[in-house]
């Protein structure tokens, strides 16, 4: 049992987009998306979790009226293990 943080599917994205990752330990988590310049979009998890497989739909039009094109950065922060990914918006 390991962390993992899977890409985002479907990538490239419009407006939404599913984020899916695996925890093999309980433990405070926090999934963040931040633009291309480092300013945070969405908190999408702030929460303890218990052990195993999350997904969760992020939808760019709920935290951005009018989100630029481009690229966003999705990070899972689960105690020890920090992973980040790329994905694409794609009007």
């Known amino acids: ?3 993992l943080l899977e890409q985002n599917y479907p990538n490239p994205f419009n407006p939404s987009t599913k984020i899916s990752w695996q ?3 309980g433990g405070w988590q926090i999934l963040k998306v931040y633009d291309v ?5 969405a908190t999408l998890v702030n929460e303890y979790k218990q052990a195993g497989s999350y997904e969760i739909e992020f939808n760019i039009t709920s935290s951005l009226k009018t989100p630029a094109s481009g690229i ?4 899972l ?3 020890e293990f920090v992973e980040t990914k790329k994905m694409i918006l794609q009007k």
């Not at 310049?37 to 979009?41: A, W």
């Not at 966003?72 to 990070?75: E, G, K, L, V």
């Open 23 to 25: 925890s093999p330990v």
């Open 72 to 75: 966003y950065f999705y990070r």
């Open 77 to 79: 922060q689960a105690g």
């Open 1 to 3: 049992e390991y962390f």
């Open 37 to 41: 310049l480092g300013n945070e979009v």
